[in-house]
């Protein structure tokens, strides 16, 4: 079942890459309290990700900060050193937080993981961008192709916080 607005965000361990190394962020420690904009993408370093997605969050960072989002939180079924190495590469660092979801335990709890073992890539997330109010999920744009970045993109969510 997929998650719906209104629905706490499941307990789940994320990783992010600090100065110190891979360390553990719990969803109480990333959600409660703030207003996240949480984007997912199947893939770090993959072409539509890295073209369209990440970019556009990183362009509208100030936008959406200003429309009261206190963290913009980029999330994939990767390891905390692709996701850091990636967000470094993309100029995200201070704008965006990357994390990593390396065993999809979020992405699943939420439903919204998909079976892209056809590409080689095992359990993956949807494409998808969410408004998070201290732990309750306010808005969710699941990505119709996902090829692009459009109803998921930062434009759209920023769109939901006007």
């Known amino acids: 079942m997929t998650i719906q607005p209104g629905d706490k965000l499941p307990d789940a361990t994320l990783m992010h890459l600090t100065d110190a190394g891979p360390a553990p962020i719990s969803t109480e420690e990333l959600f409660g309290g703030k207003t996240v904009a949480l984007f997912a993408v199947p893939g770090a370093f993959t072409p539509t990700c890295s073209n ?18 206190d963290t913009i939180v980029c999330m994939a079924v990767n390891d905390a050193f692709v996701m850091g190495a990636w967000g470094q590469q993309q100029g995200a660092n201070g704008k965006v937080m990357m994390v990593g979801d390396g065993n999809a335990e979020l992405t699943q709890k939420m439903g919204l993981s998909v079976d ?5 890539m095992g359990t993956r997330s949807v494409r998808f961008s969410m408004i998070v109010r201290d732990g309750i999920l306010e808005t969710l744009n699941i990505e119709q192709n996902p090829g692009q ?3 998921s993109g930062a434009e759209n969510l920023l769109s939901q916080l006007s």
Do not use: Y
């Open 52 to 69: 369209q997605h990440l970019p556009g969050f990183i362009e509208k960072s100030e936008e959406l900060r200003a429309a009261g989002v």
């Open 116 to 120: 892209s073992s056809g590409f080689g």
């Open 149 to 151: 970045a459009v109803d």
